[in-house]
T-cell receptor, first 110, second 119 residues
Framework: GQQLNQSPQSMFIQEGEDVSMNCTSS?????WLWYKQEPGEGPVLLIA?????ELTSNGRLTAQFGITRKDSFLNISASIPSDVGIYFC??????????FGKGTKLTVNP | GAVVSQHPSRVICKSGTSVKIECRSL??????MFWYRQFPKQSLMLMAT?????????EQGVEKDKFLINHASLTLSTLTVTSAHPEDSSFYIC???????????????FGSGTQLSVL
């Protein structure tokens, strides 16, 4: 089945630093979604991408849908302590099912 | 944005009992809802796809008689864990897909999850 490779698995950064994480796949996806999950909570949608090459921002977050439709990245600029959590990429392919990456755990040191 | 409400948020039950988890779309109609299971420090694993008015579609390896899904209306899907055992302890999360306008198309909104602990 379709799989997503998300990296890095975890990140430890200082407050104010920029963060970048990405997802790649051997399969083509029609939609890429980025979520943030905090302990004991469901994932919260951050950004949705629908077209190859699309670049979308949500505040300090920016995400892009790769031209090949097989990858996507998420950048967080000027990180703050409340950015901590697990970030998941997710892709929607031909089956219309959402496939999740394994997540990137972000720790921000004040 | 679209809101998905999931209840209860936490449940502790005895082995052998059944537990029902509700998932409601509060401000949109969801013809399709999804149920996921998440183990600690793991990603979300799709268990089944729930379609309003028809039988749920289960992923490979998920017992349909164990995890009963009912999607009786466009705003409510329920997951019942029958005869629960300790190995069923997990974080269960529902999600709903909004197709009612272009702003919600293809976006998947999640409930806040249910932590099930079976003693």
């Amino acid at each position: 089945g379709q799989q997503l490779n998300q990296s890095p698995q975890s990140m430890f950064i200082q407050e104010g630093e920029d963060v970048s994480m990405n997802c790649t796949s051997s399969s083509i996806f029609n939609t890429w979604l980025w979520y943030k999950q905090e302990p004991g909570e469901g994932p919260v949608l951050l950004i949705a991408l629908y077209k190859a090459g699309e670049l979308t921002s949500n505040g300090r977050l920016t995400a892009q849908f790769g031209i090949t439709r097989k990858d996507s990245f998420l950048n967080i600029s000027a990180s703050i302590p409340s950015d901590v959590g697990i970030y998941f990429c997710a892709g929607v392919g031909g089956s219309e099912k959402l496939v999740f990456g394994k997540g990137t755990k972000l720790t921000v040191n004040p | 944005g679209a809101v998905v409400s999931q209840h209860p948020s936490r449940v502790i039950c005895k082995s052998g009992t059944s537990v029902k988890i509700e998932c409601r779309s509060l401000d949109f109609q969801a013809t399709t809802m999804f149920w996921y299971r998440q183990f600690p420090k793991q990603s979300l694993m799709l268990m089944a796809t729930s379609n309003e008015g028809s039988k749920a579609t289960y992923e490979q390896g998920v017992e349909k008689d164990k995890f009963l899904i009912n999607h009786a209306s466009l705003t409510l899907s329920t997951l019942t864990v029958t005869s629960a055992h300790p190995e069923d302890s997990s974080f269960y999360i529902c999600s709903a897909r909004g197709n009612w306008n272009i702003a919600t198309k293809e976006k998947l909104f999640f409930g806040s999850g249910t932590q099930l602990s079976v003693l």
